[in-house]
T-cell receptor, first 113, second 114 residues
Framework: NAGVTQTPKFQVLKTGQSMTLQCAQDMNHEYMSWYRQDPGMGLRLIHY???????DQGEVPNGYNVSRSTTEDFPLRLLSAAPSQTSVYFCASSSQALGEKLFFGSGTQLSVL | KQEVTQIPAALSVPEGENLVLNCSFT??????LQWFRQDPGKGLTSLLLIQSSQREQTSGRLNASLDKSSGRSTLYIAASQPGDSATYLCAVPYSGGGADGLTFGKGTHLIIQP
């Protein structure tokens, strides 16, 4: 039972570098989302998708890009990393948008120097 | 804007005690509420989801209640065990026109002393 799989688990970037955080789910969930978790700020929504080909912005989308070409995959791209993007990133999915339980991946800890 | 508050921020109790974690939200127009558990360095696990038409949900030693009119939910843990030590978060959906996401509280850090 893989559930939601995120890679990598840890990443260190230099300011200005770009990278992609991978997220895949094997539960055939239509809804997928990305959150960042920061001390004192809690979890905040970055982007979400309600199905293949459909994405939308969340609360803190600036500096991030997403696409959803398949039901299974929802990668998050950092276009030009900044120290303010140092955080723990979580991918989550659900079978019915926000009407059912949300399943989370194990997270990616990102440091931007 | 929906705001979710959890009290207390931290709690330490001896093993075997029953305990209650509190969650409040400012906008009562929610259609469900979820309680999550997060272990250090791990992702979140959904424990219970209460639909707006329900008053409570139970899973094993966990019982969650929901009072929409007062904007409150509680998570009751019976006969606590050291393995219950974790951070517990509550969350409600918010929508800016689409499905959007969940608004989370900052969590209650729970320690169960053996």
């Amino acid at each position: 039972n893989a559930g939601v799989t995120q890679t990598p688990k840890f990443q260190v970037l230099k300011t200005g570098q770009s990278m992609t955080l991978q997220c895949a789910q094997d539960m055939n969930h239509e809804y997928m989302s990305w959150y960042r978790q920061d001390p004192g700020m809690g979890l905040r929504l970055i982007h979400y998708s309600v199905g293949a080909g459909i994405t939308d912005q969340g609360e803190v989308p600036n500096g991030y890009n997403v696409s959803r070409s398949t039901t299974e995959d929802f990668p998050l791209r950092l276009l030009s990393a900044a120290p303010s993007q140092t955080s723990v990133y979580f991918c989550a999915s659900s079978s019915q948008a926000l009407g059912e339980k949300l399943f989370f991946g194990s997270g990616t800890q990102l440091s931007v120097l | 804007k929906q705001e979710v508050t959890q009290i207390p921020a931290a709690l330490s109790v001896p093993e075997g005690e029953n305990l209650v974690l509190n969650c409040s939200f400012t906008d009562s127009a929610i259609y469900n509420l979820q309680w999550f558990r997060q272990d250090p360095g791990k992702g979140l696990t959904s424990l219970l989801l209460i639909q707006s038409s329900q008053r409570e949900q139970t899973s094993g030693r966990l019982n969650a209640s929901l009072d929409k009119s007062s904007g409150r939910s509680t998570l009751y843990i019976a006969a606590s065990q050291p393995g219950d030590s974790a951070t517990y978060l509550c969350a409600v959906p918010y929508s800016g026109g689409g499905a959007d996401g969940l608004t989370f509280g900052k969590g209650t850090h729970l320690i169960i002393q053996p």
